[in-house]
């Protein structure tokens, strides 16, 4: 019988390991000596140096040359980068004025709101269904995450249709009981800004959170209960502190992507005159007339730039003793599940509130608004007037499909390059010798995690003026560009993880067998990373079709996708044909989603 050790060492290396990577890569000749290994290795050895030198210089110029246009560009006379010059007039010009200074506070405001807003939704329901006998909670756990297909831009028209004070279904509905509709519930305002853009928080902050909940060891909490203490007390001197790096993260990212978020105050807060950071660089980039402001743009964006660098440090200053937070170790537990009781329907009552809040609801009144010639709120003497008129003008509009295509176009682009390249540089972090090589190439591949898309989309205005020789300034290929390094943390990051399940010793064995390293990555990476490709590929797909604020502001005559018709279809007034882009929208975003669940389910 084979000792424990000997059984424990096979499993490790098992026999089909070498039996692959030789059917893949197998020679006449006999596997060559030792002494040939180890200068096969030497051989490529500057290959890998090529290869990491090569990736740091395209990162590098994709993910730091676009902040660099910004901030060159802001101390230009005329704005741009490549310009002649150098001067202080454009920050004196924005600074000085005390709109600025309001514009900042109010940003301030909305995005701490929002991303309070979103936590404590996204908090409250992890917690009951991850913790509590919440009925139906698997029928829940997926319902919460629904809200993801639908973008930020269509939340914020459904929304705009339901709490509009002139022509919003609830208003109207209750004007024969209340009469005019309160000022304070008013849509279009700061408050409802940030609701919405709260709302539109919640699906990625309960990702977060709930494996988070999850790890909680609930002897912490018996020991607490054994104290005599209540479970509000457990809940918030046990359980909540536990979670504070993880509060700390999701608010960091939140309050990032937030300081330059177009979709919602695109919608709500310019009818509303809501002064915002983003919506005035929206104006100074596209003024009705004469040139673009590009060095009051870019001042604004520096500024921006500046604020998420100081949020980070302070972010790595918080979490820097995250581990004495940390409550999983060896030992095996379930978490703690907590009885209702009477609590139980008021709990089933505030998740089906917030599903209704950011699924039913929205998409009723898309629904409803598509059907009807003009929008007028729900009225039963409108039914009379219900047609498919507005999907038939959709459907049958030249303008509608040219945006379609060039919106499938970007997306089979950005998924194409995201698909090479976050393996090759995932591969490259992953197996990489050098530590410090390593480290560089993950910190260029996230640095696009704290740019906000409009600042992306400002970006490559620069850099696409600047850079005149390529001349892709008004084409699908700019847009695919900005999604393509937009979404490269995301992909990079799938990539690594991945990557770290597969055993280094398949690819050691192709080299020995005379594997280059694109024969490895196309032999042996790529069939085991298959689930992985396919999920990231159908993640990139529905972002980028849904994507609004890089292509809103890279848009020309030539350019145009779907989410800038849709806005264009809501900004001219023609609410019917954009209820019914929107709800086709949706459709196809969910159709897409549902997809990536049946492979992952196939995969398990």
């Known amino acids: 019988m084979a000792r424990p050790t000997e059984q424990r060492t096979a499993s490790v290396s098992p026999p089909a390991v070498s039996t692959t990577a030789t059917r893949a890569f197998a020679r006449p000749e006999p596997a060559p000596a030792r002494r040939g290994q180890i200068k096969r290795r030497i051989r490529l050895r500057p290959t890998r140096i090529l290869l990491f030198a090569l990736l740091a210089i395209l990162l ?13 560009g802001s101390f230009r006379p005329d704005g741009l980068p490549f310009g002649e010059g150098w001067t202080f007039d454009n920050y004196i010009e924005v600074w000085s004025s005390h709109y600025s200074w309001v514009l900042a506070g109010n940003t301030l405001v909305f995005t701490a709101g929002s991303s309070a807003v979103a936590i404590v939704i996204a908090l409250t ?29 269509l939340l914020a028209i459904a929304w705009a249709l339901v709490l509009s004070p002139t022509i919003g279904i609830v208003p109207l509905a209750l004007k024969p009981l209340i009469g005019a509709f309160p000022s304070w519930l008013d849509i279009y305002s700061l408050p409802g800004t940030i609701f919405v853009q709260g709302l539109a928080y919640v699906p990625t902050s309960i990702l977060m959170l709930s494996p988070a909940i999850r790890a909680i060891d609930p002897s912490f909490e018996e020991a607490a209960l054994v104290a005599r203490a209540t ?9 909540l502190p536990f979670l504070t790096p993880t509060l700390i993260s999701i608010a960091t990212i939140l309050m990032m992507v937030g300081v330059l978020a177009f979709d919602v105050p695109a919608v709500i807060g310019i009818p509303g005159n809501v002064p915002l950071m983003s919506i005035e660089v929206f104006r100074r980039m596209t003024p009705p007339s004469g040139l673009p402001d590009y060095g009051g743009s870019a001042a604004l964006n520096s500024a921006v730039f500046v604020l998420m660098v100081v949020g980070l440090v302070v972010y790595r200053r918080v979490t820097r003793h995250a581990g004495r937070y940390a409550t999983v170790g060896g030992k095996a537990y379930r978490p703690r599940i907590s009885k209702l009781g009477a609590w139980r329907w008021p709990a089933l009552g505030l998740v089906g509130l917030y599903v209704a809040a950011a699924i039913v609801l929205p998409f009723l009144a898309l629904f409803w608004a598509s059907l009807i010639p003009y929008f007028g709120g729900f009225d039963a003497s409108l039914l009379n007037r219900v047609s498919l008129g507005a999907y038939h003008d959709i459907l049958t509009s030249h303008g509608v499909w040219t945006a ?3 919106a499938l176009a970007i997306a089979g682009l950005a998924v194409l390059a995201l698909l090479v390249l976050g393996l090759v540089t995932g591969w490259a972090i992953v197996r990489a010798k050098s530590r410090a090589a390593s480290l560089l190439l993950d910190v260029l591949s996230m640095i696009p995690m704290g740019v906000p898309p409009l600042m992306m989309g400002v970006a490559l205005i620069f850099l696409a003026f600047g850079i005149r020789i390529v001349p892709i300034y008004g084409t699908i290929w700019l847009i695919a560009l900005g999604h393509f390094i937009a979404f490269l943390p995301v992909s990079t990051r799938m990539m690594q993880v991945g990557l770290m399940q597969i055993n280094g010793e398949l690819e050691e064995a192709a080299a020995v067998a005379g594997a280059n390293l694109v024969q490895t990555l196309l032999r042996i990476a790529t069939p085991l990373l298959r689930p992985t490709m ?8 529905v972002h980028s079709i849904r994507e609004f604020s890089i292509a809103v502001m890279l848009q020309s005559g030539h350019n145009s996708v779907l989410s800038t018709v849709l806005y264009s279809f809501w900004e001219t007034g023609s609410s019917s044909q954009a209820a019914a882009l929107a709800v086709l929208l949706m459709a196809m975003l969910c159709l897409m989603v549902a997809v990536s669940a049946y492979l992952s389910r196939q995969k398990d």
């Not at 479970?231 to 359980?239: E, L, P, S």
């Open 125 to 153: 329901l992890s917690w009951l269904i991850e913790r509590t006998d919440l009925p139906g909670r698997a029928l829940f756990r997926a319902a919460v995450l629904m809200p993801m297909a639908t973008p930020p831009l």
């Open 60 to 72: 590098g110029f994709l993910t730091l040359g676009p902040l660099a246009a910004v901030v060159i």
């Open 534 to 541: 396919i999920a990231l590929a159908i993640w990139v797909a």
């Open 404 to 406: 379609a295509g060039n």
């Open 231 to 239: 479970r509000v007390q457990v809940f918030f001197r046990v359980a």
